[in-house]
């Protein structure tokens, strides 16, 4: 009855890869366009994607090529904060051997039987995204560049792309900056899913929820775990995003430091960072659907990236009062055994496929995740 | 930006008294109908719930009245148990003083200033939500004829109405029922949203969304507590309906109890009921939404009718395989401060505003509370 979705990646990093992975499992749910930033790989009956994850597993770990940038999961490059075209012209420009396939550790998605070279993977996307009619876009990028994903998405709109976007951004101010270009995506026809990722995304859902039983919201604790020992080469952009959330650091630090001194870091803390009153769109997206206040809500964790048990239980509370005047505390509590990379990308698929089926409705504008729970 | 949206209330029992009450707190969701056995109360601009409320608390609650009948929550009544007109002309028939005001014990929504005696309130509230375009319909009505439910939505599409239904059933197999109607429901350009009160609904809500971190669902077990010591007057219905999950019990057994069999009962378990391997519709629904089957799901709880405590805490555990491998356990809580009412009443008026944003977009047809979760 649910006609088949078909959707397309925009960064194969952790998150995109382990995205394409967990679709597999999926049915009615097809990737068929991924790109990083040297290549894109198409195909409209859907990707190999075993051979994909295959070619280009581990070939973009490399300090080296995480700094100088092979894949867009390395902030620094995608971004766009080398100064690059990426800001200017709208396009990712290729570095090294733009142009000529490459095989081999440093590749990035080009490794792959079913991709190409491009100097211009985003706009390629869009292209294929708005010939081929693909339902969906993940944008699994890093957004240390706060405007990166918001104008990307403009991009995706004026060539005319009517479908949905769905990102993993974290950052609530990149809210705002989505905001204000609602009506440009509305007059699309896209539907924006944001923060559909773990935090946010499936825990501000999961808070949304668990305020059902309230007539007034008092606060919303989120407190998550990580534990990333064998994830940590593939998550390189997202330790470098939580960084930034440490005290002491910001964005532009954070961007700007080199690997080795990620490392330094790392060992000055052995492998275990606490984050306290972080900024993640948790907040915002909350008090967009109405639940509580921006203010209310709190999100912190703890990362050991030397572990793959978490260091703690992600957790999230909600207090706030009933009807019937009392005050209460519904808890929503993640098993320990399941990684970030399953809290992130089912939801992830999740979101993407009510964003289908509110777009196919006819549904358009900029939503978060506890807007697609029941109303509030 | 968000249009407000109108509501009725198809009988003024327990839950659809405490919705009134909880729609209070909500901004954008007006009552503006409602109406039991012997009367219905409209007011286009918005009831005046207080009045309502205060005018009919505990005036049907005497035991004789549930036992020949003046509210809609009593089942041997508004189910057309006794054989009366219901089920063959499809009206209530008023028993007693049909069409002369009735005040006092006993008297049920006529009591209230707003509210005028009728023979036919259910097809007085279809009327009035034809006229006036009221955007959805609470169906707070107990179900032990399991047709009933559909029944009385078929009318309201056979009466062209199409705004949003949302009831609190419970028994998986009504589920069945009004798939078959699903197309006649569509054709009107109603949306029904079943089993959207507590377990089914906002219990089932909540595993399809704690079932995001896994490619395969094992199980989900729901484990509800229940202290119903000063709702049980108001909740009478309700009891019946769990008694009939008892060993010994089937839903034609418990419709014929009388009352004091009922009390003996009670007496008997010293006011405690546990239950096993419940017949509850949150197995149907989530295997709807391709969660799970529905054999994979229990549903169980504890009931007491003597303490206001819950005698367990309402627990949902969602068991799982995540893509790379790792089995885990997701659990979410309810705090045991929050009363049933307030677990049945809050969700019941989130899925009201889910379900008018879907009919909004034109989404017609019958959908249970998962499949209004991100898609899995």
Redesign the interface.
Known sequence: MTRDITFAVLGTGGIGR?TL??SQ???GITPVAACDRNGIAVDRDGLDVDELLDATEGNIASEEAYEVGDGVESAGDATGSDGGPLTDGGEVAADADGGVKQHGAGAGVVASAQAEPTRSPIQDVIDEAVAAGIDAVLLALPNLEHDFVPNTAERFADAGYDGVLVDVLKRSRVIGTLDEREETFADAGMTFVCGAGATPG?LT??AA??A?????VESVDIWWGVGLKSGYEDNRGTVREDIAHLDGYDVETAREMSEAEIEALVDEHDGRFEFHDMEHADDVLLERA?VCDAADVSVGGVLDVRSDEKPVTTTVEV?GR???G??????????????M???V???A??????GV??NR???TGVFG?AE?????
């Open positions: 382990r992975e967990v499992y999926k049915d499936f859902g999961a929820l668990a059902q039983s309230f007539v007034e109405g207090t009933t009807f019937d009392e005050t209460a505390t519904n808890t929503f509590e993640l098993g320990d055994d399941t990684s990379e399953a809290n990308n089912g939801p698929l999740g979101y993407v496929r009510r089926a509110m409705d006819g549904r995740p697609l729970m029941p109303g509030f």
